[in-house]
């Protein structure tokens, strides 16, 4: 059996900056308080409560003076600011690329257009941009989704961070169709893209796909798709206790793939177990 290891694959960049950062937090005051569990991987998550980390569901539950976290989604600006008022230090963990999302949003806003945003409105990345728009916001799961109200509208287009490309242009193409002004921003990630495009590549020659990732993850679910989608049979798991040998029965090539947040520790652990099998 031949393990083939998707390129690039795991840890974002974004996600790995939130992470060193907590870490780095961590070891210095060995208590701080995430607004959400700052990584979409339980794993990865209940390594970090063991340094010191307490996952809060909202702002008011940080305690006064505390050291508090903004994981990688971001947040709206009211909790941003909440949170900041309440703690003695905020550590701000939010993704650049998801700054630029929400810069974005606040912008076609300011400048009159209704936001489309493609996206999962109840992804807290979402939640976060919705935040920053003033006026009318719409998220639309496809390009199917697009309500009649919108036609002859001026709309401001743009995308949660994770989203596939073929869906973001299909929206667009849409659009296109329907309102007389259109503005896009395109804020699929790099690191998305690049790891969407990398498990395309190792469909085509692996005999079986497993894709690593929490089940909570964005953007693992969207590569297990591209692996299911293309035809290889997909295997999504969260960690290598999942595998079981009857699945790679008569597979000679397994090709491998993590989230963009799935820690390396775990990818690791998996290609080992494979070994052994
Ligand atoms: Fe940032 Fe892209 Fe990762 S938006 S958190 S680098 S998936």
């Known amino acids: 059996m031949k393990i083939i290891t998707a390129d690039p694959t795991g ?7 939130a992470i060193t950062t907590l870490e780095n937090e961590l070891k210095k005051t060995h208590q701080v308080y995430a607004l959400g569990s700052p990584i979409h ?26 050291v508090s976290f903004v994981r990688a989604h971001g947040v709206t600006p009211e909790v941003f600011e909440l949170l900041r008022e309440r703690s003695a230090k905020m550590v701000d963990g939010t993704c650049p690329f998801v700054k630029t999302a929400q810069e974005r949003a ?19 990345e979402v939640k976060g941009i919705m ?8 998220v639309l799961a496809s390009a199917e989704a697009i309500p ?3 036609y002859g509208k001026r709309c401001g287009i743009l995308s949660q961070t994770t989203q596939r490309v073929e869906n973001f242009s299909a929206l667009v193409s849409g659009f296109v169709s329907v309102s007389p002004e259109i503005k896009v921003y395109n ?5 998305t893209l690049a790891r969407q495009q990398s498990v395309c590549r190792l469909a085509e020659e692996a005999d079986g796909m497993i894709v690593l990732g929490g089940r909570n ?28 040998r009857g699945w790679l029965e008569n597979k000679d090539i397994i090709g491998i793939a993590a989230g963009g947040s799935t820690p390396d520790w775990l990818i690791k652990e998996l290609i080992q177990k494979l070994k052994m099998m």
């Open 148 to 150: 009649y109200e919108l």
């Open 106 to 124: 606040k912008t076609l806003s300011q400048d009159g257009y209704i936001v489309i945003i493609l996206g999962d409105a109840s992804h807290p």
């Open 217 to 244: 993850s964005a953007n693992t679910r969207k590569l297990a798709e591209i692996g299911s989608c293309s035809g290889v049979p997909t295997l999504w798991i969260e960690h290598a206790g999942e595998l079981e």
């Open 187 to 191: 804020t699929i990630c790099r690191a």
């Open 131 to 138: 935040g920053y728009v003033s006026g009318e916001v719409h």
């Open 11 to 17: 840890l974002c960049f974004g996600v790995k900056r």
């Open 41 to 66: 991987n339980p794993q990865e998550t209940e390594r970090l409560e063991k340094l010191g980390l307490i996952v809060v569901d909202s702002p008011e539950e940080v305690p006064e003076g505390a």
